[in-house]
T-cell receptor, first 108, second 115 residues
């Protein structure tokens, strides 16, 4: 089955800094989602992005399906951005396959 | 429009017992998927229900079973609980299965502890 690799596994930032999170996947995909898991465990939808670039406020995402990767950009980070970020492409059966996540900690 | 809701939020069970977790899908959604997330790991797909039929299953033993009702809410049942079943169980709903290119939305999860 499809393998999903996220990097870096951990990231510590000072408030106001920018960051790029990367997601590589081993097979072609039709769709992909990015999530932010808050400290209480809920997965919050960030982007539904099969290809191209989308922006939502300080966050943006780019998926290059032909090269099997997706990037999540966080600009002017805030302490509330802390948590775990997951990339999850859909496999051929239409099921979300999650990576191990990137744990982000933003310090004031 | 109501979101995805799960109950209970926390649960403690003894090894060997059985447990039922519940999920109400978002209004208008007919597809529910269940995931297990162990501590420090990404969620793992358990199974999916689409219009009351099982529509795919991950690598989980038969003691993990499910059900979807006519109103598209769903249950996850786990028999003969083991210590390794301790995890956060997440439910996601969508307008249709993922191969129909629809976005999934998650509930807040049920944290199960087996002692």
């Amino acid at each position: 089955g499809i393998q999903v690799e996220q990097s870096p596994p951990d990231l510590i930032l000072q408030e106001g800094a920018n960051s790029t999170l990367r997601c590589n996947f081993s097979d072609s995909v039709n769709n992909l989602q990015w999530f932010h898991q808050n400290p209480w465990g809920q997965l919050i939808n960030l982007f539904y992005i099969p290809s191209g670039t989308k922006q939502n406020g300080r966050l943006s995402a780019t998926t290059v399906a032909t090269e099997r990767y997706s990037l999540l950009y966080i600009s002017s980070s805030q302490t509330t951005d802390s948590g775990v970020y997951f990339c999850a492409p859909y496999n051929q059966g239409g099921k979300l396959i999650f990576g191990q996540g990137t744990e982000l900690s933003v310090k004031p | 429009e109501t979101g995805v809701t799960q109950s209970p939020t926390h649960l403690i069970k003894t090894r060997g017992q059985q447990v039922t977790l519940r999920c109400s899908s978002q209004s208008g959604h007919n597809t529910v998927s269940w995931y297990q997330q162990a501590l420090g790991q990404g969620p793992q797909f358990i199974f999916q229900y689409y219009r009351e039929e099982e529509n795919g299953r991950g690598n989980f033993p038969p003691r993990f079973s499910g059900l979807q009702f006519p109103n598209y809410s769903s249950e996850l049942n786990v028999n003969a609980l083991e210590l390794d079943d301790s995890a956060l169980y997440l439910c996601a709903s969508s307008l249709a299965p993922g191969y129909m290119n629809t976005e999934a939305f998650f509930g807040q999860g049920t944290r199960l502890t087996v002692v």
